[in-house]
């Protein structure tokens, strides 16, 4: 997944357009390679991992958002690929200059399948397809300026969440912090994987239920959406759920 080397492809591309190969994984090299092929009327539509577009000040994004050739960016719901339950973006690139990027929030548009996993219906595309041509909550046009603000991150969800308000005079010293391990009773437990095979396998009579952050929608735990699972031998139920427990869930923006 690295161009650092003149002996593949893509390093020889970079190199060829003068950059320099050490810089760029094959991800963003591929988005470059997209650009150069487009026409002067061209469009290209290019998915890539969430984890790409989060990272702040990547060079690929400096150059396309410095030369205005990024028009929008969707964010996608988690687990739409059967091999991996990352999420995605699609980013939709043009040789001719935008001054604003449109971004469509569609991360909470899915259907869940028989197994429980992810997947767009018609009905999700065309909510999805309507943020982006109508006025929506789910869409914003944010300038270049704004996103050279950001870092040129291109995650959706910078510029959907209102910024924190400080309030000078309330921290530290008139609320100090509590360490969570002095307020509970017992040490706490992480989680543990379940391999993909067992998800995937038929479910019978079962009480198990295989919870994951996805779930945690709002502070709220989504019954709905827990994936069942079949009975699990006794090495597992240490992670058990039982009453009174808390589950802490940690969500990073950048």
């Known amino acids: 997944w690295n161009c650092s080397t003149e002996h593949n492809v893509m390093g020889q591309y970079l190199i060829e357009k003068g950059y320099a190969p050490s810089h760029y994984n094959s991800a963003e090299?591929?988005?470059?390679?997209?650009?150069?092929?487009?026409?002067?009327d061209g469009i290209a539509v290019v998915c890539v991992p969430l984890n790409l577009i989060q990272k702040s000040g990547t060079?690929?994004?400096?150059?396309?958002?410095?030369?205005?050739q990024l028009k929008a960016v969707f964010?996608?719901?988690?687990?739409?690929?059967?091999?991996?339950?990352i999420k995605t973006a699609i980013l939709i690139l043009s040789k001719k200059p935008v001054n604003t990027v449109r971004f469509v929030n569609g991360s909470e548009f899915f259907t869940k399948n028989r197994k429980l996993r992810n997947e767009l219906s018609d009905t999700n595309i065309m909510e999805i397809t309507n943020a982006y041509y109508n006025k929506s909550e789910y869409a914003k046009d944010v300038s270049t300026e704004e996103i050279r603000t950001k870092n040129y991150s291109l995650n959706c969800i910078n510029y959907?969440?209102?910024?924190?308000?400080?309030?000078?005079?309330?921290?530290?010293?008139?609320f100090p912090f509590v360490k969570i391990s002095d307020l509970l009773t017992a040490k706490p437990i992480r989680g543990t994987l379940i391999k993909s095979e067992v998800l995937d396998s038929e479910v019978g009579n079962t009480s198990y239920r295989y919870l994951t952050s996805k779930n945690i929608v709002d502070n709220e735990i989504d019954i709905e959406q827990i994936t069942e699972i079949p009975e699990q031998d006794k090495?597992?139920?240490?992670y058990c759920l039982k009453e009174n427990d808390i589950i802490i869930s940690v969500v990073t923006t950048d």
């Not at 060079?59 to 205005?68: A, E, S």
């Open 29 to 40: 090299a591929g988005i470059l390679f997209a650009l150069d092929a487009l026409t002067e």
């Open 59 to 68: 060079l690929v994004f400096k150059d396309i958002i410095d030369k205005k």
């Open 160 to 174: 959907f969440v209102e910024p924190k308000i400080i309030i000078p005079g309330i921290g530290r010293n008139k």
């Open 235 to 238: 090495k597992v139920n240490k």
């Open 75 to 85: 964010s996608l719901p988690g687990g739409l690929f059967s091999s991996t339950d």
